[in-house]
């Protein structure tokens, strides 16, 4: 079966010109137009591989790439105008697996597509797109939140820490590893920004605070997410 490839520009020319080279390579191709049409398709479609163009409207490559880390390993070769070496530099730190400057060859696409077809294991490189913990919820590609049903409106921070919890199910993470991960490296010891956040997620996100469910404090050790108990 040939590999399916997604294509990511808002130039109709170019959507058209780059499958028109990988359907030579007889691969599958589809399409999307900006970003978050892209962060959908992966969920929905799960391609092989993912060409994104950084510059689009709705959601630009970069953000894309960062939410289809949140929940897919599929691998991404990222778009760039000549001369962008940070763009380049940023679309890799995001995650990307590759990139190619426009404007190329078919040559050259093809060869870049095939070599990281090749080098990157794609088999269960798509995670699941929705993640529930009891009434909690979570839509990674679009990236919404809801309790019982209810989209709950959290700041970019609060599910960045969510985040976390929900990758890391049923380890304890320490104030330390959050503060770092979440904020940065020079945040690691400012545990009262931490237990600001931890008490305004709860607020949020659990039924009765005081006795919460989706994030549990370890005592002397940190925090978790527990497995919920079938």
């Not at 993640?131 to 209810?150: M, Q």
């Not at 921070?157 to 919890?165: A, D, K, P, S, V």
Request: one cysteine or more; proline letters at 4%; hydrophobic letters at 40%.
């Amino acid at each position: 079966m040939s590999a399916k490839i997604l294509i990511v520009d808002d130039e109709p020319r170019y959507l058209r010109l780059v499958e028109a080279n990988l359907m030579t390579d007889n691969y599958t191709v589809i399409k999307a137009s900006n970003g978050q049409e892209a962060v959908d398709m992966v969920a929905q479609h799960q391609p092989d591989l993912v060409l994104l163009d950084v510059m689009m409207p709705v959601l630009d490559g970069f953000g894309a790439c960062e939410r289809i880390r949140e929940f897919s390993s599929v691998p991404i070769i990222m778009v760039t105008a000549r001369g962008e070496e940070n763009a380049r530099v940023r679309g890799l730190d995001l995650g990307a697996d590759d990139y190619i400057v426009k404007p190329f060859s078919a040559t050259e696409l093809l060869a870049r597509v095939r070599a990281v077809l090749r080098r990157v294991k794609t088999s269960g490189g798509t995670q699941q797109a929705v993640f529930t913990h009891g009434s909690l919820r979570i839509d990674f590609a679009r990236a919404e939140v809801f309790r019982n049903d209810k989209i709950v409106f959290l700041s970019a921070t609060e599910y960045r820490l969510l985040l976390q919890f929900a990758h890391n199910i049923g380890q304890v993470l320490t104030s330390e590893q959050l503060l770092t991960n979440v904020w940065g490296t020079e945040y690691g010891d400012d545990k009262e920004i931490l237990w600001v956040s931890i008490s305004r997620l709860r607020q949020k996100l659990e039924d009765d605070p005081k006795n919460p469910v989706h994030i549990v404090t370890r005592s002397g050790l940190g925090y978790t997410m527990p497995p919920m108990v079938e």
